[in-house]
């Protein structure tokens, strides 16, 4: 048992490959089911929602947490079941992620603001490195980046503060994510370069996709489309080295964006990125990707004079940013629209 929780923390922590997650994962709870142990088998649901996200599974991930909170009722809620955090704050920052994918910000907010307060109420360090990094997730999907920095300045702290080397990369890029979108992309870009630095030298792989596709937007809003191709490039090839659909999908998007910036020549890749990264969006139910990758090919299509059907899917992306209430998008998005109908 000892091995198998050795190798599956192993496999998630230097970006190991979906399959083998869930192999080693499916193995602990093999043996934690024959045995009969009540503390192994929680154990065996702590990691259980690990490949489900990497995967991009997201319905699968929701699952998993209902599935431990569920196992932690009662005075077990309290307990670490000798793991590395108390497993009541994962479960619950993983699920507002989960959510937060697909657009569900409501009830991703009480879940991931529950896990904060179980985490504080330890005073369990990297319980609330971990609870703070789910609820940064989930606001800055929603668009809020202000509101996520705030939460990830204190997390970055605290990592440096406490010597949690294995989760500085990832806590590093989500706040230079976060700045980069406030508006101060010059500090931005410094962090996420730093991070990909510390993903390098501390030979960590988890969070590593997602902080490069953010390193490559960022250098997109810098005006350096090279340097963004290069990330979204290798943040798609990894992704789809290590079965992570999802990233994948956020990889596409980026690499759309970058094409589009390329003149006419460029027409035929964005498009073909945008439609891949929404035919997966579509599959995992990630909403608010969806509704980027809509406003992607609407400014596409306005540009090439494509009319009419640069409004379907700029009104098509407007509606899914009203419904999640995804405000941050809507200026830009509806002023398209309006130049597109000549209003």
């Not at 992620?97 to 005073?123: N, S």
Request: charged fraction near 20%.
């Amino acid at each position: 048992m000892g091995i198998g929780l050795f190798m599956c923390a192993h496999h998630i922590h230097t970006g190991g490959a979906v399959t083998d997650v869930r192999a080693c994962a499916q193995r602990v709870e093999a043996i934690a089911q024959t045995t009969g142990d009540e503390t192994l088998q929680v154990v065996a649901l702590y990691y259980a929602p690990y490949p489900f996200h990497l995967a991009g599974d997201y319905h699968g991930t929701e699952q998993a947490c209902r599935r431990l909170m569920d196992a932690l009722g009662g005075d077990r809620a309290s307990e670490r079941f000798g793991l590395a955090m108390f497993p009541a704050v994962p479960c619950r920052a993983y699920l507002a992620r989960a959510l937060a994918e697909r657009g569900l910000f409501e009830e991703g907010d009480v879940h991931g603001h529950e896990a904060i307060r179980i985490a504080e109420a330890f005073q369990h360090p990297f319980s609330i490195v971990w609870a703070s990094l789910g609820q940064a997730y989930l606001d800055s999907t929603r668009g809020e980046p202000s509101k996520t920095a705030r939460w990830l300045e204190r997390t970055v702290a605290l990592c440096r503060e406490w010597n949690l080397t294995t989760y500085l990369p990832g806590m590093t890029a989500a706040l230079g994510h976060a700045y980069g979108g406030a508006g101060r992309l010059e500090e931005g870009i410094s962090l996420l370069q730093q991070a990909l630095a510390l993903y390098q030298s501390e030979g960590v792989g988890y969070e590593q996709v997602i902080s490069v596709v953010h390193l490559g937007e960022a250098y997109l809003r810098a005006g350096r489309v090279e340097d963004a191709h290069a990330c979204a490039d290798r943040a798609a090839t990894l992704a789809r080295a290590r079965g992570q659909r999802g990233y994948e999908a956020h990889a596409r998007r980026l690499l759309g964006e970058v094409a589009a910036l390329l003149g006419p020549g460029g027409v035929p890749e964005a498009e073909a990125q945008y439609r891949q990264a929404l035919a997966s969006a579509e599959e995992l139910g990630m909403r608010p990707l969806q509704a980027h990758c809509h406003r992607g090919l609407g400014m596409l299509y306005a540009k090439t004079g494509q009319r009419e059907q640069a409004r379907t899917a700029l009104s098509t992306a407007i509606n899914l940013y009203r419904t999640m209430e995804m405000t941050f998008w809507l200026p830009e998005t509806e002023a398209a629209l309006a130049q597109v109908e000549g209003r």
